[in-house]
């Protein structure tokens, strides 16, 4: 059965959840956008579409989203900014081998008074190690019969710091990725407890993100 021109333009939209942010806000280009998807519109409605019908689809889909638009509260959010410096993140083969090893990394990382960044993320396939730098000659020993897939040094922890759990509030993980994003911030890991929400950046950017994440619980 063919689609109306608004329903398809919806779907395509709805695809891809930064587009329609985009919409929301205004800064979509009606006139580029629409000329990229006409084909697969008319496609759809199995008919000639012309680009001014596609246009003002989309129009009226970004009026709605902006009319809709529920923003997340953030104007209550009290939280601390941590920052830790020269982390090094690498991603091996996971192996039972290198499962069994992740009491060793732990056991290394509580050296110092436990003060060093360690955080182990495991998959189906890999495992993702990240580590302060000062103890990398320690994990790389470790690691050294473990398949290196990427690694990557001088990178930045920035952690937002609840004192309750405030990462359970619908809309904090979005939220804050999303400015992250709007403001070039590429983001290489997340991760969070009930009381913190960290994301792993480079050190280029961890300056931006800082301000970016602080303005956050300062939005109204």
């Given amino acids: 059965m063919a689609e ?24 979509l280009n009606y006139s580029n956008f629409a000329q990229s998807i006409r084909e697969e519109v008319a496609q759809s409605c199995e008919k000639e579409v012309h680009e001014t019908a596609i246009i003002m689809a ?22 601390t900014m941590v920052m830790h410096t020269n982390i090094a993140y ?5 192996t039972p081998e290198l499962v069994q090893q992740i009491g060793l990394l732990y056991k290394v990382a509580a050296k110092n008074n436990a003060n060093d960044f360690l955080n182990v993320l495991t998959s189906s396939d890999t495992v993702t190690i990240g580590v302060s730098e000062s103890l990398l000659p320690s ?14 040094t ?14 359970q509030n619908p809309g904090i993980v979005y939220e804050s990725a999303r ?11 997340i991760f969070s407890t009930v009381t913190e929400l960290s994301f792993v950046i480079k050190r280029t ?14 939005s109204k």
């Fill in 4 to 27: 109306s021109v608004s329903r398809k333009v919806r779907e395509i939209v709805d695809k891809t959840p930064f587009l329609r942010d985009v919409l929301r806000k205004g800064f």
């Fill in 205 to 218: 950017d961890s300056f931006e993100a800082y301000r970016v994440l602080q303005d956050l619980q300062c």
């Fill in 179 to 189: 400015r992250l994003a709007w403001s070039s911030i590429n983001v290489l890991e």
């Fill in 58 to 79: 989309l129009r009226r889909y970004g009026a709605d989203l902006q009319k809709n638009a529920e923003p997340v509260s953030v104007e209550s959010l009290k939280y």
């Fill in 139 to 152: 994990i790389e020993s470790i690691t050294k019969n473990s398949k290196l897939l990427y690694k990557q």
């Fill in 154 to 167: 001088d990178m930045v922890a920035l952690s937002m710091v609840w004192s309750s759990p405030e990462i």
């Fill in 90 to 94: 690498m991603d091996f083969v996971k």
